[in-house]
């Protein structure tokens, strides 16, 4: 706890037990800040803070209350202010941020991972925060300004500097990120997503772009060479380094192998090639290993301890992760829910199974233009699809799943609303020589339905069918 007079600069002497901006989660002397939000001004639940407890309130709007009521210009800058003073901010951080439509969370977990034996290192992103054998789940891939400074001041207390992050561009846009600076900014792609925010692709990379304007003077860029829509990256003015395929990427992929048991690429720097063995499969896998190998390099670890530690990794937590309870079939869980990250999964195991089974849906208030083309795609290359729900929100399951065979004529699927009855069917149908493919949730622990996030979690719900057989 801290004085109010000890956060912001006023004359209140009384004890502020935390820093809130969801009146929903607002507990008894907490601080409430009713910022003015991307999509609803929060400061319509001034009243409802207070009957909650809140000891004082922060507003740039004009409000007269029982309690300690500080006017302000600024609402996000006096925020962020507040949570730095609170939390006891570390400037020297050496933060790590990982952005892109796909392979943010795999990336930002091998780099983890991987340098966290050559340097302790936490996580932080869409499988919550990770440091020392701690974890806790969070509600969002980048954690609000209040929440992302108390995991800092938790990291930095166990004398923990670097910090491996998602960055996602709902972050960006929404200045979650705005005070940090990073060392390093990496750009996994960039393909057509959350068009129902950034409203075009334009406004989306530009949204991506504005990370690069938060790198540290001695900081530097990692950019996919092989990503066409990554081209205005090359013109910053920082330090970059490029990976990829293309012979004109610093760090060259070259010599690739893939199996369905193991992963074999060479990369080639300065002309010395470093070859690679990772039991994380498919091509997409070899652009988030090679990121994840270039940040280690440029932070001084040796090559063949990152290449060591890369063979020692068996899976990512929801990230094309096979699961084994005994069964005599394949079963993948994986958070795939982008046109491109399901692409890039199917073709990945299209003809080396007897049949791919998949059990896929699409979220609710999102990019509804998208669902004919997913749907299509799954209809095209697999050989059942298993349509079901995927966070509806406020919409509609059935409708969403109109959506999502609109433009096929193949008869290839079933609809069934239950996920957990969608998993249970899809394995009970399942046989010696299939995989069946659990895709959009990987290890999340809700499923949003119309304003509520009620406990779910698809591993949980694979883990019980095999339980109670």
């Known amino acids: 706890m801290k004085k109010l ?45 207070i009957n909650s407890g809140a000891s004082a309130i922060v507003t740039n709007k004009d409000y007269k209350a029982s309690i300690p009521i500080i006017k302000v210009d600024d609402i996000d800058k006096t925020l962020i202010e507040i949570c730095k003073r609170f939390y006891d901010f570390n400037p020297n951080l050496n933060l790590i941020g990982v952005t892109g439509t796909d392979g943010k969370t795999t990336t930002t977990t091998l780099i983890k991972k991987i340098l966290n034996n050559y ?51 709902e972050a960006i846009l929404h200045k979650r990120v705005d005070s940090l600076k990073f060392k390093y900014v990496i750009y996994t792609n960039i393909t057509e997503d959350h068009l129902n925010i950034h409203k075009t692709i334009d406004n989306y990379i530009k949204t991506k772009l ?98 060591n530690n890369i063979s020692k990794i068996n899976t990512i937590n929801g990230r094309g992760e096979k699961l084994n309870f005994g069964q005599k079939y ?47 795609y799954l209809l095209d290359n697999t050989d059942l699809v298993i349509f079901t729900m995927d966070d509806p929100r406020n919409e509609n399951v059935d409708y969403i799943i109109d959506d999502m065979i609109s433009i096929s004529s193949k008869t290839n699927y079933k609809r069934i609303i239950s996920r957990s009855n969608a998993i249970k069917y899809a394995l009970d149908i399942a046989k010696e020589g299939d995989i069946v493919l659990i895709l959009g949730k990987g290890r999340d622990n809700y499923m949003a339905i119309g304003d509520e996030k009620i406990p779910y979690n698809d591993y949980e719900e694979i883990e019980e069918y095999f339980t109670n057989l």
């Not at 290192?121 to 400074?149: D, F, M, Q, R």
């Open 5 to 49: 007079k000890d956060i912001i600069e006023c004359d209140y002497d009384i004890e502020i037990n935390d820093i809130k901006t969801d009146s929903r989660e607002v507990c008894k002397n907490d601080l409430f800040v009713a910022v003015d939000g991307y999509n609803i001004d929060h400061s319509l639940f001034i009243e409802d803070a």
């Open 210 to 307: 504005q990370l690069s304007n938060l790198i540290k003077p001695d900081g530097v860029v990692i950019i996919n060479n092989d990503d066409s829509n990554q081209n205005q990256l090359k013109l910053l003015d920082k330090t970059i380094y490029t990976y990829g395929k293309n012979k004109n990427s610093d760090f060259i992929i070259n010599d690739i192998k893939l199996s369905d048991k193991i992963t074999k690429f060479t990369i080639e720097y300065n002309n010395k090639k470093y070859k690679i063995k990772s039991r994380l499969l498919g091509e997409y896998n070899i652009y988030n290993l090679t990121a994840a190998f270039i940040v280690c390099y440029l932070e001084g670890m040796k090559p063949r301890n990152i290449i």
């Open 119 to 169: 340097q302790e290192t936490a996580y932080i992103g869409t499988n919550g925060i990770e440091y020392l054998n701690k974890k806790e789940a969070t509600s969002n891939t980048t954690p609000t300004v209040e929440n992302l400074y108390k995991y800092f001041n938790l990291i930095s207390k166990q004398n923990i500097n670097t910090i491996s992050m998602e960055v996602s561009s």
């Open 330 to 376: 394949t079963i993948v869980l994986d958070y795939a829910h982008t046109e491109n990250a399901i692409k890039n999964i199917v073709s990945e195991v299209k003809d080396k199974y007897k049949r791919v089974i998949v059990v896929t849906g699409s979220a609710g208030g999102k990019e509804c233009e998208k669902r004919k083309y997913i749907g299509k």
